[in-house]
């Protein structure tokens, strides 16, 4: 109730976005204090992208932390197959992929700063990367139609599921006037890592 | 100067005068450099272990991320009573917001050029590494040693930043405390 004096705050608890004006004093924090804080954050973004709510909150706290994982996850899946994609070029896809998407944004006037952007298309590659997976596992069923129409379906959602979640994050951020120049190419983006998906993930 | 004379007149503070043992947090000053000094090492020798280059990069990259995160989280405050932050207001302004021990005299100088002298020398080291890959056009290494050599710099331009936002209030700090903070003997 009311305003905790921040250095009172329970350091785990502590989440410096909130007010960044207030005095806080993390310097004598014991270690696992600060990992669990950490670990609780990127937690809570990777349940956000699952279940988008309105919080904008969440935004405010960014970190690359969970990207990194992503798509060091998602160039782990896709490569090695025959005629497919090596590490480093997916890892360059979607890494670099999200880098010139925010830079696109940028250059048309998103109030968006360029690591909040980062971090929420990685964060938002995290309905392929899981897509990825079941497609991997499809690859034991039978019929090769019926495997193409089961992976194309589990692409798809995760194609419309990362651009629902980050469309949630992205809106309000972008002039009205180029809402349609800004989103291009973040739906262009995930299309094609949905596209290497579909294509590679066996 | 009376820093100086800090070390000799510690009493009850029976540490040897030289060695790790000498240090009052090893353990940290070792965190400090040891995924440091790990990376580079690992990325000079990597091609000496026959691994793929997938593991290689992913140990490196496990490598830096420890590093990064333990020296902004944990050396920075535990060393030198530093702590950048950087968070993002409701416009979408960066903003950085940094803690400072109050009481900087309680850090021991030696851990403090330590801290110091590790945060600036791995940049060095891995934009030697750049450059080298890029005259040998081994383009993929290039690509690794220059997350290597960003990952460094971030923190360090972090903790440099704090430096820059103390100029500004330099009529509040004593020539001889910004002096110890950075570990440089006193004017």
């Known amino acids: 109730a009311g305003v905790t004096p921040p250095t009172r705050t329970r350091s785990q608890n502590f989440d410096p976005s909130a007010d960044p004006d207030a005095e806080f004093d993390t310097l004598d924090e014991p270690v696992w204090d600060t ?10 973004k990777f349940a956000r992208v699952l279940k988008p709510d309105q919080n904008k909150q969440l935004l405010r706290d960014w970190d690359l932390w969970g990207p990194l994982f ?70 034991f069923s039978s019929s090769p139609s019926i495997k ?23 809106a309000g951020s972008q002039p009205e006037k180029r809402r349609l120049l800004i989103i291009y190419p973040v739906v262009l983006f995930y299309f094609v890592v949905s596209w290497l998906t579909l294509s590679y993930a066996s | 100067m009376s820093y100086n004379f800090d070390q000799n007149l510690s ?61 902004k989280n944990v050396t920075g405050r535990l060393l030198v009573g530093l702590r950048w932050w950087n968070f993002v207001d409701s416009e979408g302004k960066n903003h950085w917001k940094f803690e400072s021990a109050k009481d900087p005299s309680r850090f021991d100088i030696f ?43 971030a923190n360090l331009y972090g903790y440099l930043r704090y430096l820059d936002m103390m100029d500004e209030d330099l009529a509040d700090y004593e020539d001889h405390e910004v002096c110890r903070l950075l570990g440089l003997p006193p004017v």
């Not at chain 1, 990992?35 to 809570?44: K, S, T």
């Open chain 2, 111 to 153: 851990e403090i050029r330590i801290f110091w002298g590790a945060l600036v020398v791995a940049p060095v080291f891995w934009t030697f590494l750049v450059i080298v890959a890029f005259f040998t056009f081994k383009w993929e290494w290039m690509i690794v040693a220059l997350m290597g050599d960003l990952m460094n710099l």
């Open chain 1, 70 to 139: 992503i798509c060091v996850l998602l160039s782990l899946l896709l490569q090695g197959g025959v005629g497919g994609p090596h590490f480093t070029e997916v890892f360059s896809i979607t890494f670099f992929g999200s880098c010139i998407v925010t830079a696109n944004t940028k250059l048309l006037g998103g109030t968006i700063s360029i690591f909040q952007s980062i971090c929420v298309l990685g964060y938002c590659l995290l309905p392929l990367a899981v897509a990825a997976i079941g497609c991997k596992f499809v690859a």
């Open chain 2, 11 to 71: 009493f009850g503070d029976d540490r040897p005068l030289t060695g790790l043992r000498s240090l009052k947090h090893p353990f940290v000053v070792i965190a400090h450099c040891a995924f440091r000094g790990a990376a580079i090492v690992f990325y000079v020798f990597a091609n000496i272990l026959s691994l793929s280059f997938i593991i290689q990069f992913l140990v490196l990259l496990a490598l830096l991320s420890a590093d990064f995160w333990t020296v």
């Open chain 1, 148 to 170: 193409l129409t089961i992976k194309l379906v589990i692409t798809a959602v995760g194609f419309g599921w990362a651009i629902f979640a980050s469309m949630g994050f992205l």
């Open chain 1, 35 to 44: 990992i669990r804080r950490d670990l609780r954050l990127v937690g809570a």
